[in-house]
């Protein structure tokens, strides 16, 4: 966008340096980002429309990128360096400054924060890079783009726009608006303009200059002492330990992609590796992750690791299949990323019914899934929604992408109403059997929210039950604790909590497949994960609520006989309900998974993962 910029103001020579091609992740800012470019690689179709602009342009391309090694011929004949690097690229652009500033070539900066932008100008006269942002060699990584970041706008606009919990240092994430992108665009401009025709007004390092469109406002700042003011240490100190402090144990690691492979070469062991690692991201029953993999010639195997879920809920394994479902999906959707195609056989040995799926990978280049980056960011999310409606597209992509499998969306409020009412009954016999709740509290890690030494199970804090429901979570630990709250009454709080999200949210949805078999619950699984991560694509929060549908299962699998009789009457209140909200559930009909959806503010805490485990 700067080089385009400059281009229709007349600049008549560039030095282009960038390594990258254009990817799905670019679209929502990048110029150029389109589907006719997809692959591509940035360098060339910049090239190409800066030369639809002005075809006698003067432009050196430098295709791999800025390096140590090309420094000085990128900078030297220069003007002024206009930096769109990656906000991330933080060890190059520093390399960069530095050296423009010895070799006498001012850089200008515009940094898109939120809805904002933020520019700054360092020439060989004024502070240098690393004194405006107190950056030394023994910094790590994480607090050298921490001084960065908070150096860029000390006036901090757009603190209030941005969802901090996107924002990831550790794993170089961060939302992006090209809103911003094109002020950016717009200021850098205006500032190299104003060097190269050497107009006045020029205010470099420490001045500093933010505007806001949202809300009206801008201001230059001008900090005398850079980052290492005492009102700027300050700021670090709240942006490093409040802002950003939840980070760590929030964010959930995408693994490093290997390179891609080559259509001509093989799939190798770093790619199926990767492979598992996504289907490792997959939900599961209180995130048991009851999953292994073999790995064989160009293939993955997810079978079935029954030990790791014995509770009640798990109805013939069922719960578990449903994971491993996900798990394949995951499998499939990742893999364009790594430039290949996953091939899924279901149940492949009928003699070993814990052979989930054997994944085919094979070398093959094809359009990026749209789910992929779902796959990284999926979560449960048990915080209340808001009352706004889930739009109507999203419903729709959510029904389709469920196919064969099939999805009922309930989104009146009378609907919502009753599966509440309905959501209250089921989750009182979960607090009211020993054996639910033991499990329950075996898979609920109470320790603080760091997670450490866990990866398996909930953290406590990713139940989102409050302050009060955190207490009474931990008072109730016992079974006999659980038992006198469920003599008082204050048990039914915990199904309340259920029916109340029910009632409050916009959308429910039950998947349902055709018969209780593994094989349909496998494929049923790989549908939920599909509808899950196109939620999440859209921007929706997605609970599974469980206990009823499980309970259905035990009761139509078994007999009522495996429930007390006081469950027995409360179940068989509930069916013929469950029934009239969704007429189809019968013969050639079993619900899969009841859930709602909604929008609501990210979570904070995420679940955490083992690292996937194989089997010789
Ligand atoms: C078969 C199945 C049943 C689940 N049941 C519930 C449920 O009843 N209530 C709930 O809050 N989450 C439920 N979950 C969500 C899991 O707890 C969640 O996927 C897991 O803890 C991992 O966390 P994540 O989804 O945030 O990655 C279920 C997930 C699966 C696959």
Redesign the pocket.
């Known amino acids: 966008m700067h080089c385009i910029t400059l281009a229709r103001l007349g600049v008549g020579g560039f030095h282009l340096a960038d390594p990258d091609t254009f990817e799905l992740a670019n679209f929502n800012r990048q110029y150029g980002a389109t589907v006719r470019h997809l692959g591509q690689a940035k360098l060339d179709s910049m090239v190409e429309e800066a030369r639809q602009i002005n075809p006698h342009l003067d432009i050196r391309p430098f295709p791999e990128g800025l390096t140590a090694q090309n420094l000085d011929d990128f900078l030297s004949g220069l003007d002024v360096v206009v930096d769109g690097l990656d906000f991330f690229a933080f060890d190059i652009r520093r390399a960069l400054f530095n050296r423009a500033c010895e070799m006498g070539v001012p850089v200008v900066t515009a940094a898109p924060l939120g809805f904002t932008s933020s520019v700054l100008v360092f020439t060989p006269e004024s502070m240098s890079f690393d004194d405006y942002f107190a950056i030394s060699d023994d910094l790590s990584r994480r607090e050298r783009l921490l001084r960065f970041g908070v150096g860029l706008a000390p006036r901090g606009l757009h603190l209030s726009q941005m969802d901090k919990s996107r924002i990831s240092l550790d794993h170089g994430r961060g939302p992006s608006l090209n809103i911003a992108c094109q002020l950016c665009a717009a200021l850098a401009a205006t500032e190299a303009v104003r060097i190269i025709t050497g107009r006045p007004g020029l205010k470099a390092t420490p001045w500093s200059f933010q505007v806001d469109p949202l809300s009206g406002k801008s201001c230059r700042a001008r900090l005398r002492k850079g980052n290492a003011s005492l009102m700027q240490r300050a700021k670090l100190w709240y942006v490093r330990n409040i802002l950003l402090g939840n980070e760590g144990a929030a964010l959930r690691h995408k693994h490093p992609a290997p390179e891609p492979c080559n259509a001509d070469a093989k799939v190798g062991i770093d790619h199926l590796t990767w492979l598992a690692q996504a289907a490792q991201q997959a939900?599961?029953?209180?995130?048991c992750q009851p999953w292994r993999f073999q790995i064989e010639d160009a293939k993955l195997r997810i079978l079935l690791e029954p030990r790791e879920d014995q509770s009640f809920f798990n109805v013939s394994q069922l719960?578990s299949v449903?994971?491993c479902g996900?798990a394949a999906q995951n499998v499939v959707c990742a893999a364009p990323e790594i430039g290949c195609a996953a091939t899924v056989s279901i149940m492949p040995e009928p003699s070993n019914q814990d052979v989930m799926a054997d994944i085919v990978v094979e070398p093959k280049s094809l359009m990026p899934n749209p789910l992929a980056d779902a796959v990284w960011i999926?979560?449960?999310n048990?915080r209340m929604y808001t009352r706004r409606e889930v739009e109507q597209f999203s419903q729709n992509e959510m029904t389709a992408s469920a196919g064969p499998a099939k999805l009922f969306l309930v989104n009146d409020r009378d609907g919502l109403k009753a599966l509440g009412k309905l959501l209250y009954k089921a989750d009182r016999i979960r607090v009211e059997r020993r054996d639910l709740h033991e499990h329950f509290i075996r898979m609920t890690r109470f320790a603080p929210p760091d997670g450490a030494g866990c990866d398996d199970g909930?953290p406590l804090k990713n139940l989102y039950a409050g302050a009060a429901g955190e207490v009474f979570l931990r008072l109730t630990r016992p079974w006999a604790a659980m038992q006198t709250a469920n003599r008082l009454g204050v048990g039914k709080l915990v199904a309340l909590h259920s029916q109340q999200s029910m009632e409050k949210s916009p959308l429910a949805g039950l998947v349902c497949v055709e018969s209780p078999s593994r094989e349909d619950f496998l494929k049923g699984g790989m549908a939920l994960e599909r509808v899950w991560l196109t939620a999440t694509r859209h921007g929706l929060a997605f609970?599974?609520?469980?206990?009823i549908t499980l309970f259905w299962l035990r009761w139509h699998l078994e007999g009522p006989q495996v429930f007390s009789t006081a469950h027995q009457a409360l179940l068989e209140g509930i069916w013929p309900q469950f029934r009239n909200l969704f007429p189809a559930l019968g013969e050639n009909c079993w619900p899969l998974?009841l859930f709602r959806a909604g929008h609501a503010k990210p979570i904070e805490y995420?679940?955490p993962r083992r690292n996937a485990q194989f089997q010789p």
């Open positions: 939900p599961s029953g209180d995130n719960a449903i994971a996900a999926r979560t449960t048990r909930l609970q599974p609520m469980t206990a998974l995420w679940t």
